[in-house]
């Protein structure tokens, strides 16, 4: 098992960054981890993966804005949000997959005023 918690939300201006932070339980090394965000009155979406080897994707949406990143040696996955916009409000997540299993994190508050 693997606990993951979220932390480095707020209320930002438009053009603002963030930069939201995962620490987990125990060893991320060689796990793939996920962000997803959900918007009041949405479902749930990918915001981008960073693979075991650090590669990554992006959601259209978030492409050229956010970057994710990993430090195996702190257990912590980051993304960096640059030129937020309002639409990006939303509770950021962070997911790990490991064995066939998800894990997810309770969450953190971003909220992004034009």
């Known amino acids: 098992q693997v606990q993951l918690v979220e932390s480095g939300g707020g209320l930002v201006q438009a053009g603002g960054s963030l930069r939201l932070s995962c620490a987990a339980s125990?060893?991320?090394?060689?796990?793939?981890m996920g962000w997803y965000r959900q918007a009041p009155g949405k479902q749930r979406e990918l915001v981008g993966r960073?693979?075991?080897?650090?590669?990554?994707n992006y959601a259209d949406s978030v492409k050229g804005r956010f970057t994710i990143s990993r430090d195996n040696a702190k257990n912590t996955v980051y993304l960096q949000m640059d030129n937020l916009k309002p639409e990006d409000t939303a509770i950021y997540y962070c997911?790990?997959?490991?064995?066939?299993?998800?894990?997810w994190g309770q969450g953190t508050q971003v909220t992004v005023s034009s």
């Open positions: 125990r060893s991320i090394l060689g796990i793939n």
């Open positions: 997911q790990a997959l490991t064995f066939g299993n998800e894990y």
């Open positions: 960073i693979t075991g080897s650090s590669r990554t």
